[in-house]
């Protein structure tokens, strides 16, 4: 599989704390992030033509295509290590159903797990898994 770009909600602690899932089931490194906050990610939702003030959602870039919410979930659980990529079974789910389930969890995301007063800013060691 090529390269992936994942965009996510820079602020949500739920949010850091499935990247940091994802960084740690992807030692190849194929997959970079950005937050959607970020000048690279306000670009690429532009590019997509995705809205800039869609914030609540998970975006997954692979090539030329972008995939939102639970979509990107799954595609992204696909290109992990382990039993991960099972997940991806769930892709038969009707994306009505799925994203049902994706909607609930975002609206409440900051009640359950809080949120930062900003961006994460990544270590040195993780720096290169971050977009500019």
Partial sequence: ???????FDGVCNFCNAGIN??????PE????????????GQRLLKKFNLSPTA??????IEGEKSYTKSA???????RLQGLWPLLYIFIVVPP?????????????????????E??????PELK????E
């Avoid at 990107?72 to 696909?78: N, P, S």
Wanted: with cysteine.
């Fill in 21 to 26: 899932f994802v960084m740690d089931r992807d």
């Fill in 55 to 60: 914030l609540d959602t998970l975006i997954l």
């Fill in 118 to 123: 900003a961006c994460r800013v990544p270590t």
């Fill in 1 to 7: 599989m090529d390269q992936a770009i994942v965009l």
């Fill in 72 to 78: 990107a979930a799954l595609r992204i659980a696909k």
């Fill in 29 to 40: 490194k194929r997959i970079r992030f950005a937050p959607l906050q970020s000048e690279a």
């Fill in 96 to 116: 009505f159903i799925r994203d049902a389930v994706y909607d609930f969890i975002a609206r409440n995301r900051y009640k359950w797990f809080g949120k930062t």
């Fill in 128 to 131: 290169e898994r971050f977009l």
